[in-house]
Structure formats: C-alpha cells, structure tokens
C-alpha cells in the first residue's frame, strides 16, 4: 500500500472528532486509515483535483493506505466524463473497494449514459467474487433499472445472488425495498412465494414498510408476509 501526494491535504482537513464517530459506521476499515475528513471537503478536494496530471496519477497508484484516499478516489471517478474510461477505473478500483460507503459513494452519473454497456457490466458485478464488486452491482441496477428501463429479468438476478455477507444481503434487500416502491405488482410475488432468502426477505419488508414511497395497504399486506 502506499500514500498518495493527497495524504498532506487529507491531514490539512483533518477532523479527529468526526474520524472517532466515523470508525463505528464503518467496522470493515482499520480505524487507524480513517483520518477523519468530512464528505463535503472530500467532494470539494475532488472537484478542484479532477482532471489533473495529479489526480490522473493518483487513479492509478492503487491500493491506497487511507478510507479518504478511497473516498477521494471514488469521487474523481464520480466527475468523469468520458463512459469507457469510467467503467475502465471502476473495475480497476472495486477489487479494492473495502466498505460500504465508498462502494455507496462510487456512482459515477455518467454510467448512465448507456444502458445496454452498463447492463453487460452489472452482470458482470453480480458475479463477481469481491462482495462491494457485488453491491455496486446491485446499486447500479437498482438506479439505473427500476423506471422507464425496468426489465423483470433485473430483480430475478438479483435474487439469485447467494452471499454470507451482510453488506450484499443489505443491498439486496434495499434494491427489493425499492423494487417494492417502484414496481409492486412484479416485485410482490418474490414475498408471497418466498423466493429470498429469511432474513432478506425481512429485511426488505421492514424497510418498504418505512418508505414514505410505499402505499399504506401495501404496508399492510407487506407485514402480513413476514417470516
């Protein structure tokens, strides 16, 4: 592993405060990488950076020591423009992709800019053996696959996903929670016939039944499906 010329900024913008409260959201990360800078000064550091020869440098000086490296890294990557050279760097980056917030914060706009590309890859993540590979996978489909692009085919991959780790399982029971919100009469019957696993399928009820989105009878019909 090895500090990028950032280090010396990060420190700069340090907060240890917030790095100590930081550490418990984030138990996968070392608390000894977390320097403890807020989000919206690693957007800004990210903004000013992007497109230099510095932080085209920093792209490819991978792994990185530090959660904020991670965390810058994912962010230059979310101001690329160009959508072959995104998805280039986002499968270089996502091997080290090591927490949820950084997997949740990679989402780069312009991935959706062509769907059938962006479709082949998030098959792609699906089966991946790296499980934050598996839920940016999951997250992408549940953005960019659940309005006017929605195939029932998305949620059946989904599903099929096996996993021990609580980070994927979460995911897909976000997606499924969405699904809900989005599309209820097809998401349905993956609840009435229990096509998921126990505690995922419970995990998306409780979280459709907490969604503002989801109509108050669905909520209802929803509890009554609880296992």
């Known amino acids: ?46 903004k000013e950076q ?12 991978l792994p990185h020591d530090y ?27 996502l091997p080290y992709v090591d927490n949820w917030a950084t997997c949740d914060q990679l989402s780069p706009p312009v991935l959706g800019h062509r769907k059938p590309a962006l479709a082949a890859a998030i098959v792609a993540w699906l089966a991946d053996p790296a499980p934050y590979a598996v839920r940016f996978g999951i997250g992408m489909a549940m953005r960019y696959f659940l309005d006017e692009d929605f195939d029932p085919e998305w949620p059946a991959r989904v599903a099929q996903v096996q996993s021990n780790e609580y980070y994927v399982n979460m995911m897909i029971a976000w997606y499924f929670a969405t699904a809900l ?11 009435t016939t229990q096509r998921l696993p126990v505690w995922v399928h419970n995990k998306a009820i409780q979280k459709a039944r907490e969604s503002r989105r989801i109509a108050s009878e669905h909520k209802a019909q929803l509890a009554a499906l609880k296992r």
């Open 1 to 46: 592993m090895q500090s990028s010329v950032y280090l010396p900024a990060l420190l700069a913008l340090q907060d240890a405060e917030y790095g100590a409260f930081q550490s418990k959201l984030i138990p996968t990360v070392d608390p000894a990488r977390i320097v403890g800078v807020r989000t919206p000064a690693l957007r800004q550091l990210a």
């Open 67 to 93: 959660f904020e490296e991670n965390q810058l890294h994912a962010f230059l990557l979310c101001r690329e423009k160009d959508f072959d050279r995104c998805l280039a760097r986002v499968n270089a980056f």
């Open 181 to 191: 919100a989005k599309q209820y009469n097809v998401i349905l019957p993956y609840f």
């Open 50 to 61: 992007a497109g230099t020869p510095q932080a085209e440098a920093f792209l490819t000086a």
